[in-house]
């Protein structure tokens, strides 16, 4: 298969849907020879936050000269994202050749009457074939869906990660917060060190399966902590404090914006001082340059574009929030970055996400709203999703093209109003395509957002 062949082939398999569960994913894996153990690995889940300390942990190992893969999900733009080494996406010649090797095992399997993977299985199986042949040290792989159950879940990390615990998914994790814990839990191999920020029960659920497998659990807040510093829309400044490692005399620098970043980046101190234990590449110094020049796109991504009007430029924030614990870390970034700005809000949100609650969180009443669809079949009508905006704002613009609706969205903003968008991953990636295409920077071409393993 050429790259539009094996993306053709995928899309064949997103009928089969979510199923979860890990007999497919480890059947085909056995038939690829089991690529997953040929290199360490570090498993990362957790409802937010788990794409950025994935992408900062990469950062540390390619710092620290160590030949690295990364594994994430969903993309912005092109499949090709979901699968890197030492910073690269994977080419699409290399994308379709993993695709065309795991295919033939996937037939087999059919052949042999066994049930066909999904396509994020399909997707796993070809990062860790294309991990093995590239001969990486090390994989940072991000779980798709949940932990338990997940394809990605076939691995015996250095150390597992679990950002934090709120309640999306529930229906497929027993219904409740303490199920979706259970479910994170899931990750936890015996032995193998967990790290976390997860709070309250679910951090007790964490806390008892990690001694079921006598795995040692590192709390941020308890265990470490960090303390932030000097913000920026350039970048933010942080102080990493722990009982195994001491105080940091000198601040962190960390390119990526939020106080939700701080914490994230703590985790990863924390987790790379484990992977210094086997490996003395990993120190302070690398870690500090890799948290400096870790960039990850549509998180509280701070743009500029020329301003419709006579201001000289306009100021744009790409955010990759989709659910209200992503609509909170928005608000609570856009109040401490931007507190005095009058904002307009370009907003696309799936009907199946908690539509009123994440508009709540983050549309304030005096805000200009722009409302258009995300390129979903899962989107919120744009009649309903004006309806419930008028609910909490009063000026709210509904624009069905996406591009027509950012040429309005900076129209109303002019350069005197601070311009965010965000509400679905399947919006923001074809937008930020256009605002870097204003910008005069260069864009990526390539697909939409897959709506199998994707948005979670």
Same mark, same amino acid.
Request: aromatic share 6%; charged share 20%; glycine share 8%.
């Given at each position: 298969?050429?790259?539009?062949?094996?993306?053709?082939?995928?899309?064949?398999?997103?009928?089969?849907?979510?199923? @979860?569960?890990?007999?497919?994913?480890?059947?085909?894996?056995?038939?690829?020879?089991?690529?997953? %153990?040929? #290199?360490?690995?570090?498993?990362?889940?957790?409802?937010?936050?788990?794409?950025?300390?994935?992408?900062?942990?990469? &950062?540390?190992?390619?710092?620290?000269?160590?030949?690295?893969?990364?594994?994430?999900?969903?993309? $912005?733009?092109?499949?090709?994202? &979901?699968?890197?080494?030492?910073?690269?996406?994977?080419?699409?010649?290399?994308?379709?050749?993993?695709?065309?090797?795991?295919?033939?095992?996937?037939?087999?399997?059919?052949?042999?009457?066994?049930?066909?993977?999904?396509?994020? *299985?399909?997707?796993?199986?070809?990062?860790?074939?294309?991990?093995?042949?590239?001969?990486?040290?090390?994989?940072?792989?991000?779980?798709?869906?949940?932990?338990?159950?997940?394809?990605?879940?076939?691995?015996?990390?250095?150390?597992?990660?679990?950002?934090?615990?709120?309640?999306?998914?529930?229906?497929?994790?027993?219904?409740?917060?303490?199920?979706?814990?259970?479910?994170?839990?899931?990750?936890?191999?015996?032995?193998?060190?967990?790290?976390?920020?997860?709070?309250?029960?679910?951090?007790?659920?964490?806390?008892?399966?990690?001694?079921?497998?006598?795995?040692?659990?590192?709390?941020?807040?308890?265990?470490?902590?960090?303390?932030?510093?000097?913000?920026?829309?350039?970048?933010?400044?942080?102080?990493?404090?722990?009982?195994?490692?001491?105080?940091?005399?000198?601040?962190?620098?960390?390119?990526?914006?939020?106080?939700?970043?701080?914490?994230?980046?703590?985790?990863?101190?924390?987790?790379?001082?484990?992977?210094?234990?086997? %490996?003395?590449?990993?120190?302070?110094?690398?870690?500090?340059?890799?948290?400096?020049?870790?960039?990850?796109?549509?998180?509280?991504?701070?743009?500029?574009?020329?301003?419709?009007?006579?201001? %000289?430029?306009?100021?744009?924030?790409?955010?990759?929030?989709?659910?209200?614990?992503?609509?909170?870390?928005?608000?609570?970034?856009? %109040?401490?970055?931007?507190?005095?700005?009058?904002?307009?809000?370009?907003?696309?949100?799936?009907?199946?996400?908690?539509?009123?609650?994440?508009?709540?969180?983050?549309?304030?009443?005096?805000?200009?709203?722009?409302?258009?669809?995300?390129?979903?079949? &899962?989107?919120?009508?744009?009649?309903?999703?004006?309806?419930?905006?008028?609910?909490?704002?009063?000026?709210?613009?509904?624009?069905?093209?996406?591009?027509?609706?950012?040429?309005?969205?900076?129209?109303?903003?002019?350069?005197?109003? @601070? $311009?965010?968008?965000?509400?679905?991953? #399947?919006?923001?990636?074809? $937008?930020?395509?256009?605002?870097?295409?204003?910008?005069?920077?260069?864009?990526?071409?390539?697909?939409?957002?897959?709506?199998?393993?994707? *948005?979670?």
């Amino acid at each position: 298969m050429n790259y539009t062949e094996s993306l053709a082939y995928l899309d064949s398999l997103s009928v089969f849907g979510v199923r @979860l569960g890990l007999a497919r994913i480890q059947r085909l894996l056995e038939l690829l020879g089991n690529p997953q %153990d040929r #290199y360490r690995t570090i498993h990362v889940t957790g409802t937010n936050g788990k794409g950025s300390v994935s992408a900062m942990l990469a &950062r540390v190992l390619q710092q620290s000269s160590i030949h690295a893969g990364l594994y994430i999900s969903p993309h $912005l733009v092109s499949y090709t994202e &979901r699968m890197q080494v030492d910073g690269q996406p994977i080419s699409e010649a290399d994308f379709a050749e993993s695709m065309t090797v795991v295919r033939v095992f996937i037939e087999q399997m059919m052949a042999e009457g066994e049930e066909c993977p999904t396509q994020f *299985e399909a997707l796993t199986a070809a990062a860790f074939y294309y991990f093995a042949k590239k001969n990486v040290e090390y994989a940072v792989i991000e779980v798709g869906l949940g932990g338990l159950l997940d394809s990605t879940n076939v691995i015996t990390p250095e150390v597992s990660i679990i950002t934090n615990v709120t309640l999306e998914h529930a229906k497929l994790c027993v219904g409740t917060l303490a199920g979706v814990a259970h479910h994170k839990a899931g990750i936890i191999k015996d032995g193998v060190p967990v790290v976390t920020a997860a709070k309250g029960t679910t951090l007790d659920i964490i806390r008892e399966t990690a001694a079921t497998h006598n795995a040692d659990i590192f709390v941020e807040g308890e265990d470490f902590s960090v303390t932030g510093g000097d913000i920026s829309p350039r970048g933010q400044q942080f102080f990493f404090s722990s009982m195994l490692v001491g105080v940091s005399r000198d601040p962190y620098e960390l390119h990526l914006l939020g106080a939700h970043q701080v914490e994230n980046a703590g985790l990863v101190i924390m987790a790379a001082y484990f992977l210094h234990n086997i %490996d003395s590449r990993i120190d302070e110094s690398t870690m500090r340059e890799a948290l400096r020049l870790t960039e990850w796109p549509g998180r509280f991504e701070v743009l500029e574009v020329p301003a419709v009007g006579e201001s %000289d430029d306009q100021i744009v924030v790409v955010d990759g929030a989709h659910n209200p614990a992503g609509m909170k870390t928005l608000r609570r970034g856009l %109040d401490d970055y931007f507190p005095t700005a009058p904002r307009v809000l370009l907003l696309g949100i799936l009907h199946d996400k908690a539509v009123n609650d994440m508009l709540n969180i983050l549309v304030r009443p005096d805000d200009i709203v722009v409302v258009t669809p995300p390129q979903s079949d &899962r989107a919120e009508t744009l009649p309903v999703l004006e309806e419930k905006a008028k609910a909490v704002c009063h000026h709210v613009e509904a624009v069905a093209d996406n591009g027509a609706a950012l040429e309005r969205a900076l129209v109303l903003a002019g350069g005197e109003r @601070l $311009l965010v968008a965000a509400g679905s991953l #399947y919006l923001i990636g074809g $937008l930020r395509q256009l605002i870097l295409g204003k910008a005069g920077k260069e864009a990526r071409h390539g697909q939409k957002v897959s709506e199998t393993g994707s *948005e979670k």
